[in-house]
């Protein structure tokens, strides 16, 4: 606060404070005319109301009083009279500042705890968990979801089962989240709309779900394009992202037929930002074993 600032509030904090005591002093003292029915003489309503004058209770004075003095107390103590600190020299500053070392040193506490465990053994820590859960929340949620289920609109896939388009050991997973994914499915709607039901009817027959035999049977051929990177039996291949087709898990939404027919005539690409920026390595092995804890599937496996 400047010097300018800093008068100017004292002064107005004294102005008040003044006409408050003066009001006070006064108003104990003050004589008001009374007429000999002990009224004011002002009446309303043609003399039905008539005002009386009456003194300020006991209690109304004594409280008055003990406020001002703690007015005065508190600014002698605290931060409120211009520029002066208080006598207790507290600032909300520099209680933020305790507080986040205090925070920082719980932190650096429970990270250098954490440095030696793997994901595995951190997933059995309760701190951990909650570490990793607010981790995610805060950085992840808005597009995997709360519950880490994916969002088929974003091709933001589940995190919570156990399909893992690029690897599921820690290092890869902790190499999505910290270096990002970006899968780029290229459109191949140029095939026609007729060989595309074909090839998708073929991609339906690979994990066995309900299909046109005869369209599978010619969407075979095509297939042969999309092996290049789902692999010759769509099992997927991690190096480059590319789902694997053979099960029952989707990105881009419930695998339909309309739903593999667009992604095959749009294409689709997914972007997973790189978070090295913003997490640490301990951060990283926090929310992987979250993720680890929440998945069912996986805790059986293991
Ligand atoms: C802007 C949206 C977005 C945010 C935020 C985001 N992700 Fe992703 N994430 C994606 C998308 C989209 C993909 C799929 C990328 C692809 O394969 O094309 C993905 C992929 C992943 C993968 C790879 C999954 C697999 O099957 O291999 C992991 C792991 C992952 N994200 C974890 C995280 C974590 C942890 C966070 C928070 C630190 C996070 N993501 C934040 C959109 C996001
Ligand atoms: C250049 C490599 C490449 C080729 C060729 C390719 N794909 Fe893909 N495909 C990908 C990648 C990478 C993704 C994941 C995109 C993403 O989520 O970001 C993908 C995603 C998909 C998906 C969505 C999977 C899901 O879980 O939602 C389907 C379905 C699919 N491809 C089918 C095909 C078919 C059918 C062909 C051949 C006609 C084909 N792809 C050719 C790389 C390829």
Redesign the pocket.
Known sequence: MSTFWSLWVMFLVVLNGSITLFLFMWAQKVEIPVLEDGTTGHVWAHGVLRESVRRLPGWWTVASAAFFIWMCGYLLMFPGFGGFQGLRGWSSHQELALDVARNDANIADLQAQFASLTPAQLAANPEAQQIGERLFIDNCAACHQRDARGNPRL?APNLVDADWIWGGDDASIATSILEGRQ????A?GSIGAGKVTD??NY?LSLSGAPHDGARAAAGAA??V??S???GANGEGNPM????R?ADST????KGDLAM?EK??TDG???VMPAWKARLTESDTRAIIAWLRSQSQERLARL
């Open positions: 091709g899968g780029v499915m290229p191949l090839v998708a991609v095509e297939f394009v999309c290049a990177c789902h480059l992202g590319a789902p087709l989707w990105t881009w939404g593999i992604t095959v689709a690409h997914g």
